[in-house]
Every structure is written in structure tokens, then in C-alpha cells.
């Protein structure tokens, strides 16, 4: 059973900073890909950030770029979302997402896991 705890959510003023953590049950050896995702009512869940196997390699959503870091300390199996400058419309749940022999989290993919979430308001 593979387990992905969020944390770190909370409030802020737009302009703010917040880090999330993402503790995971995932090894090493299993080649996992580990991403960040939000979703606000209503709206379809949307990638915010990649990190692959290894975290040679990272991804952005356009949206976030220059104001997010994704990170990740395997000796602490945490997965990092390190959040700067934030705007009101960043407001969303953060799920943290995994998947392992070399793929990495897709919406709607069965052998993606998923954290329960973590609320970031950024208020203007």
C-alpha cells in the first residue's frame, strides 16, 4: 500500500510564500515519479509540477513557473513544493501524486497514487 501525506497548506496574503510536504511510502528501487496537483470546485484537476526518478529532471505548469520549486529529499522520502509570490488564483486543494517504474502521475491513470489533499487560500 503506497502512502502520500500531504502538508503545509494554509492561509496567505497574496505575495506570500508556502512550502508543502509530500511524505511517501515509495523506494527507491521502484523508480518512482512524483508530481503536485491542484483542483478548485468545478474545475478539472490540473499538473503543477514534475519531479522525475532521480530529480534530474523537472516540469511546470506555465502558470507557476519562476514562482514554484518542486524538490525532493529521498534520504527523508519527502517530496518538496517550495511556493513564492503567490496570487489569489493559485487558491486550490494541492494533491501530491506518485507513479513508479519510470512514470510519472497522470490524471485518471490507475497506477497513479494520490495524497488527500492540502488547502492553499492566497488572499489579495
Known amino acids: 500500500q503506497v502512502r502520500l501525506v500531504e502538508s503545509g497548506g494554509g492561509s496567505v496574503q497574496a505575495g506570500g510564500s508556502l512550502r508543502l510536504s509530500c511524505s511517501h511510502s515509495?523506494?527507491?528501487?521502484?523508480?518512482?515519479?512524483f508530481g503536485w496537483f491542484r483542483q478548485v470546485p468545478g474545475k478539472e484537476r490540473e499538473r503543477v509540477a514534475i519531479?522525475?526518478?532521480?530529480?534530474?529532471?523537472?516540469m511546470y505548469a506555465d502558470s507557476v513557473k519562476g514562482r514554484f520549486t518542486v524538490s525532493q529529499d529521498n534520504a527523508k522520502n519527502t517530496v518538496y513544493l517550495q511556493m513564492n509570490s503567490l496570487k489569489p488564483e493559485d487558491t486550490a486543494m494541492y494533491y501530491c501524486?506518485?507513479?513508479?517504474?519510470?512514470?510519472?502521475?497522470?490524471?485518471?491513470?490507475?497506477?497513479?497514487?494520490w495524497g488527500q489533499g492540502t488547502q492553499v487560500t492566497v488572499s489579495s
Open positions: 519531479i522525475n526518478y532521480g530529480g534530474s529532471s523537472t
Open positions: 501524486a506518485a507513479d513508479h517504474d519510470g512514470r510519472c502521475p497522470v490524471v485518471g491513470t490507475p497506477s497513479t497514487y
Open positions: 515509495l523506494v527507491t528501487r521502484s523508480r518512482p515519479c
